[in-house]
């Protein structure tokens, strides 16, 4: 099977750490003594789960030959047997790769009665490109999350199917919600303590923020707590053992209305629909080590700044994090594993301003960062993986900067709509349908990211100005992908970029003044396509084995293409049916396939090169200035961030002398000699 194994990302929170830590905090009780109910801890062997049947079928043929579609129907059969003493109540939630490519997803609830059996049945029908492959080979992934209720308990565990692994599947982990009462520390001077055991202040979480004084400490010990809590006075709430706050379905969990207060150390379940297990309302509050599970959102945040969210597990949230009008935000070392409820999207920022979202791990169905209206927010260092929609999503955004993240099975990796003047940089993209897609995303720079295994397009440029899309590495866009493509933009400039191993490198569409320079197109299916282009310059690229054409211009006017290198492409190497130059009134390109001659040892063939046409009604088209000369290299590294700063100013240059723009269009493009753009890109 095709695909990265992005199992690392889809750990299940066992919560082992709280355990170690209780050793240190007190001793243990039974759970009992916190709920009032019967000891609930289900064994490894409790439940088990087999594959009674998997099967791909084909029960239509190829419907477009031409295209080698093929319609699938899958089916799964699970048995579920439940070794435990009494019924159990299941959900079971699957989402479904094939080749690495999303399928669908579907829930299914049943109930498994006192040490009995059922099975439970999926099927899905698709219809989808590639040759088909055949058993043993089945194609495809499983991934699964099951929940287990029983009374108020949630269990919960992952596990996946993988071809060659397709008998059983045994569960072997231990329930997070195991709950654990503990002994209170020691009274210390100004810190109350909450909980049942010995020496506690207070048995309510809620009695001893109403009791403390501003500034105060509260120390909650481990244990279940079922209320709702609303913090007014600016405290440090501190949990020890991981403790429970559970709401049962009401209200928020926790409401934040004072500035400056501290949580910590908390796991924080079940708030009512559409509210949250953290509501923040207060400025500077920071919220560390927690754990949001089964909440309509995990945090939520509105018009207040300087708020932190560290080190803190999304799970079972319909949203993790949303943020309206926050300023100084910061998420940072966090993960989230949407599997809930709802939507299931990840980071939502609104109208938000110098905020940052740095180094969070993110496994959720949907968008995983969706900013919308925002500025000066940097995106930085993030692990981004499966799911549908957008990885990183920007729209009427400005001043933003997307930076080193690792993106790996998206719809849309990174995607800027109706946005200016924004920085993606350095990101590494792989196996999502598209890699970096622009529309009407002015003044955008696009800069030493590397995009592999893209389905449809490494790179889109479409409705847009002034995008600067220089030293990126764009690889393996095949059997059906494009590497490149600029559609309905103007004044922007394509430079420095390795492309290798695409069905189609480059193709420029409906677009005008459009600086193509200094690129690298190595083994792709065609090389540079452009259809209704005007006023652009194409040159110092090299275009070495294609399989197809070098360069195509179809339908353009008035472009120049001159110091390319064409090597051992395929038939006729360009094609013009217009009225083009291929060359600068000086000197040409470098032919592979040209056999003239340079009797006077000038460099430049002393007779034309012709260039292939459908329309000679305008005329011969010619290269007059053949040079004897091109350059090769291989593929280079990327280069580093400074040397792609200097290169993409003097392409600003040429693009002024070459193209003739105006300052006015020139300043609504990136400008990397402000002060603004400088701390961007030096931070």
């Given at each position: 099977m095709k695909g990265a194994d992005v199992s690392g990302m889809a750990e299940l929170v066992t919560f082992s750490e709280a355990r170690f830590a209780l050793g240190f905090c007190g001793i243990f009780l039974a759970l009992s003594s916190v709920l009032g109910t019967e000891d609930w801890k289900p064994k490894e062997t409790d439940l088990q789960i087999t594959t009674k049947s998997a099967t791909i079928t084909r029960p239509l043929g190829p419907s477009m030959e031409e295209w080698d579609r093929w319609s699938w129907r899958w089916r799964l059969t699970l048995g579920i047997k439940n070794k435990y003493g009494s019924e159990l109540e299941l959900s079971v939630y699957l989402e479904v790769y094939r080749l690495g490519e999303y399928w669908e997803q579907q829930r299914v609830t049943a109930k498994v009665g006192s040490a009995a059996a059922t099975d439970v049945g999926f099927s899905y029908y698709s219809e989808t490109l590639g040759t088909p492959p055949t058993p043993p080979d089945l194609p495809y992934r499983v991934m699964a999350q099951t929940s287990i209720k029983h009374g108020i308990e949630v269990y919960t565990f992952e596990w996946t199917i993988d071809q060659g692994n397709l008998n059983e599947a045994e569960i072997k982990t231990?329930?997070?919600?195991?709950?654990?009462?503990?002994?209170?520390?020691?009274?210390?001077?100004?810190?109350?303590?909450?909980?049942?055991?010995?020496?506690?202040?207070?048995?309510?979480?809620?009695?001893?923020?109403?009791?403390?004084?501003?500034?105060?400490?509260?120390?909650?010990?481990?244990?279940?707590?079922?209320?709702?809590?609303?913090?007014?006075?600016?405290?440090?709430?501190i949990g020890i053992g991981s403790p429970v706050i559970d709401a049962q379905g009401k209200g928020d969990v926790v409401l934040v209305t004072a500035p400056q207060t501290t949580i910590e150390g908390f796991r924080l379940l079940m708030s009512g629909q559409n509210r949250a297990g953290i509501d923040i309302q207060g400025n500077g509050v920071s919220l560390r080590n927690c754990t949001t599970l089964y909440n309509g959102r995990g945090v939520v945040i509105?018009?207040?700044?300087?708020?932190?969210?560290?080190?803190?597990?999304?799970?079972?949230?319909?949203?993790s994090v949303q943020a309206t009008g926050a300023w100084n935000l910061t998420i940072r070392d966090c993960r989230l594993e949407v599997a809930g409820r709802g939507p299931g999207t990840g980071i939502v920022l609104n109208s938000c301003t110098s905020s940052r979202v740095v180094e969070n791990t993110i496994q959720v169905r949907y968008v995983a960062i969706d900013l919308d209206s925002c500025s000066d927010c940097s995106i930085t260092g993030n692990r981004l993986a499966a799911g549908r929609s957008e990885g990183i999503r920007l729209r009427r955004c400005s001043d933003c900067r997307i930076e080193k993240n690792d993106i790996l099975q998206k719809e849309y990796a990174v995607y800027l709509e109706s946005s200016f003047n924004n920085l993606v940089l350095g990101n590494i993209i792989r196996e999502s349908t598209d890699g970096v897609r622009l529309l009407m995303a002015n003044g955008t720079v696009v800069l030493g990211n590397e995009v592999v295994d893209s389905r449809d397009y490494g790179m889109d440029v479409g409705a847009s100005s002034g995008v600067v899309v220089a030293d990126n590495y764009i690889h393996y866009n095949q059997p059906f992908g494009e590497a490149l493509i600029v559609a309905w933009a103007h004044n922007c400039t394509i430079t420095r970029n390795s492309i290798t191993r695409a069905m189609n490198a480059v193709q420029i569409r409906f677009s005008e003044r459009v600086l193509f320079a200094g690129n690298i197109l190595w083994e792709n299916g065609r090389g540079v396509d452009m259809v209704y282009c005007n006023a652009s310059v194409v040159t110092g690229n090299l275009v070495k084995k294609s399989n197809g054409i070098a360069i195509l211009m179809d339908t353009c006017f008035q472009n120049t293409a001159y110091n390319n290198t064409f090597i051992d492409n395929g038939i006729h190497q360009a094609f013009d049916n217009r009225d083009n130059s291929w060359d600068n009134g000086s000197w040409g390109n470098y032919w592979s396939d040209y056999t003239g001659k340079d009797e006077n040892g000038d460099g430049i063939g002393d007779t034309p090169r012709p260039i292939y046409t459908d329309a000679p009604r305008w005329g011969p088209a010619a290269d007059r200035y053949p040079l004897m000369k091109g350059y090769d290299m291989?593929?280079?590294?990327?280069?580093?961030?400074?040397?792609?700063v200097a290169w993409s100013l003097l392409l600003r240059w040429l693009m002024r002398r070459m193209l003739g723009a105006s300052p006015a269009t020139v300043r609504q493009s990136w400008d990397f000699r402000s002060s603004r753009s400088q701390e961007l890109i030096h931070g």
């Amino acid at each position: 099977m095709k695909g990265a194994d992005v199992s690392g990302m889809a750990e299940l929170v066992t919560f082992s750490e709280a355990r170690f830590a209780l050793g240190f905090c007190g001793i243990f009780l039974a759970l009992s003594s916190v709920l009032g109910t019967e000891d609930w801890k289900p064994k490894e062997t409790d439940l088990q789960i087999t594959t009674k049947s998997a099967t791909i079928t084909r029960p239509l043929g190829p419907s477009m030959e031409e295209w080698d579609r093929w319609s699938w129907r899958w089916r799964l059969t699970l048995g579920i047997k439940n070794k435990y003493g009494s019924e159990l109540e299941l959900s079971v939630y699957l989402e479904v790769y094939r080749l690495g490519e999303y399928w669908e997803q579907q829930r299914v609830t049943a109930k498994v009665g006192s040490a009995a059996a059922t099975d439970v049945g999926f099927s899905y029908y698709s219809e989808t490109l590639g040759t088909p492959p055949t058993p043993p080979d089945l194609p495809y992934r499983v991934m699964a999350q099951t929940s287990i209720k029983h009374g108020i308990e949630v269990y919960t565990f992952e596990w996946t199917i993988d071809q060659g692994n397709l008998n059983e599947a045994e569960i072997k982990t231990d329930p997070p919600l195991t709950v654990y009462a503990v002994d209170c520390p020691s009274p210390q001077p100004g810190v109350l303590t909450v909980g049942s055991g010995t020496g506690c202040m207070h048995t309510s979480i809620q009695s001893a923020t109403d009791a403390a004084q501003n500034g105060q400490t509260i120390l909650v010990c481990g244990g279940r707590y079922l209320e709702n809590i609303t913090i007014g006075k600016s405290l440090h709430l501190i949990g020890i053992g991981s403790p429970v706050i559970d709401a049962q379905g009401k209200g928020d969990v926790v409401l934040v209305t004072a500035p400056q207060t501290t949580i910590e150390g908390f796991r924080l379940l079940m708030s009512g629909q559409n509210r949250a297990g953290i509501d923040i309302q207060g400025n500077g509050v920071s919220l560390r080590n927690c754990t949001t599970l089964y909440n309509g959102r995990g945090v939520v945040i509105t018009n207040r700044h300087s708020c932190l969210i560290e080190d803190t597990v999304f799970r079972g949230d319909d949203q993790s994090v949303q943020a309206t009008g926050a300023w100084n935000l910061t998420i940072r070392d966090c993960r989230l594993e949407v599997a809930g409820r709802g939507p299931g999207t990840g980071i939502v920022l609104n109208s938000c301003t110098s905020s940052r979202v740095v180094e969070n791990t993110i496994q959720v169905r949907y968008v995983a960062i969706d900013l919308d209206s925002c500025s000066d927010c940097s995106i930085t260092g993030n692990r981004l993986a499966a799911g549908r929609s957008e990885g990183i999503r920007l729209r009427r955004c400005s001043d933003c900067r997307i930076e080193k993240n690792d993106i790996l099975q998206k719809e849309y990796a990174v995607y800027l709509e109706s946005s200016f003047n924004n920085l993606v940089l350095g990101n590494i993209i792989r196996e999502s349908t598209d890699g970096v897609r622009l529309l009407m995303a002015n003044g955008t720079v696009v800069l030493g990211n590397e995009v592999v295994d893209s389905r449809d397009y490494g790179m889109d440029v479409g409705a847009s100005s002034g995008v600067v899309v220089a030293d990126n590495y764009i690889h393996y866009n095949q059997p059906f992908g494009e590497a490149l493509i600029v559609a309905w933009a103007h004044n922007c400039t394509i430079t420095r970029n390795s492309i290798t191993r695409a069905m189609n490198a480059v193709q420029i569409r409906f677009s005008e003044r459009v600086l193509f320079a200094g690129n690298i197109l190595w083994e792709n299916g065609r090389g540079v396509d452009m259809v209704y282009c005007n006023a652009s310059v194409v040159t110092g690229n090299l275009v070495k084995k294609s399989n197809g054409i070098a360069i195509l211009m179809d339908t353009c006017f008035q472009n120049t293409a001159y110091n390319n290198t064409f090597i051992d492409n395929g038939i006729h190497q360009a094609f013009d049916n217009r009225d083009n130059s291929w060359d600068n009134g000086s000197w040409g390109n470098y032919w592979s396939d040209y056999t003239g001659k340079d009797e006077n040892g000038d460099g430049i063939g002393d007779t034309p090169r012709p260039i292939y046409t459908d329309a000679p009604r305008w005329g011969p088209a010619a290269d007059r200035y053949p040079l004897m000369k091109g350059y090769d290299m291989e593929v280079p590294e990327m280069v580093g961030l400074a040397e792609a700063v200097a290169w993409s100013l003097l392409l600003r240059w040429l693009m002024r002398r070459m193209l003739g723009a105006s300052p006015a269009t020139v300043r609504q493009s990136w400008d990397f000699r402000s002060s603004r753009s400088q701390e961007l890109i030096h931070g």
